[in-house]
């Protein structure tokens, strides 16, 4: 018996402006699933080619406690420098890029809900 896909699950404080990032940001354009309670948007499902994740109102208290990591994410864009642009463009912190002994060319942010997403490519795809 196998395994034949995972779809990862956000947790988030406000899910409206957390798929501003998903969708503006990083070009999640398919939502396949909704569910509002009173108004309010409390889950969704996204997609983006083969990629699918599932936001939904964060359980519990809603900030981050501390010492908290979480989920990390680590994208593979086909325009890293473009990508940075874009986000910076959203108004999105984004760091400076960096190429890293280990042979990767990155960036980082941190999104609204506290969630670090690193952006990298192997250094010769870099430019």
């Known amino acids: 018996m196998a395994v034949n896909n995972c779809i990862p699950v956000v947790p988030s404080v406000d899910l409206e402006k957390s798929l501003r990032l998903w969708r503006d940001g990083l070009g999640f354009t398919e939502t396949w699933w909704e569910d509002h309670r009173d108004g309010v948007l409390v889950g969704a499902g996204i997609r983006k080619g083969q990629m699918m994740f599932m936001l939904n109102i964060r359980a519990g208290e809603p900030d981050r406690p501390k010492g908290y990591e979480g989920i990390r994410f680590y994208w593979n864009p086909d325009d890293l420098y473009g990508l940075r642009e874009h986000l910076l463009g959203l108004g999105y ?3 400076d890029i960096h190429k890293r002994d280990y042979g990767q060319t990155e960036f980082f942010m941190t999104d609204d809900d506290g969630f ?5 490519v192997p250094t010769p795809q870099a430019g």
């Open 93 to 95: 912190a984004a760091s």
């Open 116 to 120: 670090d997403h690193c952006f990298g």
